[in-house]
């Protein structure tokens, strides 16, 4: 078959450095599907780059056609069928989270821009850079003749963090939980929500509050566990997530790529424009989706109790603020 063009941006940095093997090998479009790997970065860490095209042909990897380092958007953009949009500026000491969302506003914007002149207008775009919420809708906005529903943003990460702190809980595999859900940012507001949540315990399906029988754990420190992750990942490892963010992606691209197993729903930052869940229109906000023929949907007729509700309602509320923030930035820019 054809080889596809995926980028991935920030292509010098922790992340990529798990991710780009990941995709090499086959794991992430298939074990039949060639690629064009475009590297992404800044000027000053082009050697950088030299070293993991070296790296990528040592690995001496059959899929991999070609690897394409640059620091030009003209060339990294090019007719790309995949764009993973992991590099952004990162939060420096002493720095507001309004300065991140100026600093990232500028790049995502001319990222947008550079979808739209170059690419494919069938490309699918993942943001994983943070404010990842916010620079999402940013380059969406940018690139207006690529349709809103290719963008989505990564909060993989969070529901695989729920995941799994279930599965320890309950003394199960990860794979034995589903169905959880992230809703909002992916950011501490961010609600990590188990009530429509099953596991299988002991070859039998129950929901996640019935086999945990532990209602103030799950409103409380399973909530703030999450929520919490990345911060203690990098008081830890003093350098934040970088293996288990690569993971997530793979994971968020596969199911982009090849749709979600039968009867579960993963969670996804997708535009908020005709849900049901009351979440206001034009935000980049994280839902259950299921996902068939690289198209993604709403899953609907999840009934929210006033708990959940209230938590929705919070994240939503710092989406809006954010937006305001970086759209006022890019109209004074």
């Given at each position: 078959?054809?080889?596809?063009?995926?980028?991935?941006?920030?292509?010098?940095?922790?992340?990529?450095?798990?991710?780009?093997?990941?995709?090499?090998?086959?794991?992430?479009?298939?074990?039949?599907?060639?690629?064009?790997l475009?590297?992404?970065?800044?000027?000053?860490v082009?050697?950088?780059?030299?070293?993991?095209?070296m790296?990528?042909?040592?690995?001496?990897l059959?899929?991999?056609?070609?690897?394409?380092?640059?620091?030009?958007?003209?060339?990294?953009?090019?007719?790309?069928?995949?764009?993973?949009?992991?590099?952004?500026?990162?939060?420096?000491?002493?720095?507001?989270?309004?300065?991140?969302?100026?600093?990232?506003?500028?790049?995502?914007?001319?990222?947008?821009?550079?979808?739209?002149?170059?690419?494919?207008?069938?490309?699918?775009?993942?943001v994983?850079?943070?404010?990842?919420?916010?620079?999402?809708?940013?380059?969406?906005?940018?690139?207006?003749?690529?349709?809103?529903?290719?963008?989505?943003?990564?909060?993989?990460?969070?529901?695989?963090?729920?995941?799994?702190?279930?599965?320890?809980?309950?003394?199960?595999?990860?794979?034995?939980?589903?169905?959880?859900?992230?809703?909002?940012?992916?950011?501490?507001?961010?609600?990590?929500?188990?009530?429509?949540?099953?596991?299988?315990v002991?070859?039998?399906?129950?929901?996640?509050?019935?086999?945990?029988?532990?209602?103030?754990?799950?409103?409380?420190?399973?909530?703030?566990?999450?929520?919490?992750?990345?911060?203690?990942?990098?008081?830890?490892?003093?350098?934040?997530?970088a293996?288990?963010?690569?993971?997530?992606?793979?994971?968020?691209?596969?199911?982009?790529?090849?749709?979600?197993?039968?009867?579960?729903?993963?969670?996804?930052?997708?535009?908020?424009?005709?849900?049901?869940?009351?979440?206001?229109?034009?935000?980049?906000?994280?839902?259950?989706?299921?996902?068939?023929?690289?198209?993604?949907?709403?899953?609907?007729?999840?009934?929210?109790?006033?708990?959940?509700?209230?938590?929705?309602?919070?994240?939503?509320?710092?989406?809006?603020?954010?937006?305001?923030?970086?759209?006022?930035?890019?109209?004074?820019?």
């Open positions: 078959s054809e080889p596809i063009r995926v980028l991935v941006t920030g292509a010098a940095g922790q992340i990529a450095y798990s991710l780009l093997y990941s995709i090499a090998k086959g794991d992430v479009f298939g074990k039949d599907q060639p690629l064009v475009v590297l992404l970065d800044i000027t000053p082009m050697t950088v780059l030299d070293g993991i095209v790296e990528l042909q040592d690995c001496a059959p899929l991999l056609r070609e690897v394409i380092p640059t620091d030009k958007e003209e060339v990294a953009f090019k007719d790309l069928d995949i764009a993973i949009l992991v590099g952004s500026m990162p939060r420096k000491e002493g720095m507001e989270r309004k300065d991140l969302l100026q600093a990232n506003a500028k790049i995502f914007k001319s990222q947008g821009a550079a979808l739209d002149k170059y690419a494919k207008k069938t490309v699918k775009v993942v994983v850079g943070n404010p990842a919420n916010t620079n999402c809708l940013i380059a969406s906005k940018s690139a207006p003749s690529i349709p809103k529903e290719n963008f989505s943003c990564l909060t993989r990460l969070d529901h695989n963090r729920a995941k799994s702190q279930i599965a320890l809980k309950l003394g199960v595999t990860a794979n034995d939980v589903k169905n959880v859900i992230i809703w909002g940012n992916h950011s501490s507001t961010q609600y990590p929500d188990v009530t429509h949540a099953k596991v299988n002991k070859g039998k399906e129950v929901g996640v509050y019935e086999a945990i029988k532990d209602d103030s754990w799950l409103k409380g420190d399973f909530i703030l566990t999450v929520q919490q992750r990345g911060a203690a990942v990098i008081k830890a490892r003093k350098l934040s997530s293996m288990s963010a690569a993971k997530a992606i793979c994971d968020h691209v596969r199911d982009i790529w090849f749709g979600t197993p039968a009867g579960e729903f993963v969670s996804m930052g997708v535009i908020s424009d005709g849900n049901s869940y009351g979440v206001p229109e034009d935000l980049l906000y994280s839902f259950p989706v299921v996902i068939k023929d690289k198209t993604w949907k709403f899953v609907e007729g999840l009934p929210i109790n006033d708990f959940s509700r209230e938590k929705m309602s919070l994240t939503a509320k710092e989406l809006i603020e954010e937006k305001e923030t970086a759209v006022q930035f890019l109209s004074s820019a």
